[in-house]
């Protein structure tokens, strides 16, 4: 199983940004997808999830509104779109996967079987 995230770079807060993470080696439409991110210095933390249909979201507090996660079972890719970033979304953003076909999502580590190695998104001020 492989899950390649892509799409970050260094962008001025106030722009906007989408990750794109790619799923090979596995039944996509049977996991939930995550999207993770860590800063430095600080503990991995809960982005945004997509259930395995799409139709439930969930999402950190500190994003809503400013960030979707929205996925293609047919092109096996899951996309996070990025708005009015802010220097504190700085971090290795990394993409997970979760076998479950149950229309939810979580926001803890524990239940995600796969894990993508993270794409650096720098927002300056």
């Known amino acids: 199983v492989q899950l390649q995230a892509s799409g970050g770079g260094l962008v001025q807060a106030g722009a906007s940004l989408r990750l794109t993470c790619a799923a090979s080696?596995?039944?996509?439409?049977?996991?939930?997808m995550g999207w993770f991110r860590q800063a430095s210095g600080k503990e991995r933390e809960f982005v945004a999830a997509v259930s395995w249909s799409g139709r439930t979201t969930d999402y950190a507090d500190s994003v809503k509104g400013r960030f979707t996660i929205s996925r293609d079972n047919a092109k096996n890719t899951v996309l996070l779109q990025m708005n009015r970033l802010k220097p504190e979304d700085t971090a290795v953003y990394y993409c997970a996967a979760d076998r479950s076909r149950y229309e939810t999502t979580s926001r803890y580590e524990a239940p995600y079987d796969y894990w993508g190695l993270g794409t650096l998104v720098t927002v300056s001020s």
């Open positions: 080696g596995l039944t996509f439409a049977n996991y939930v």
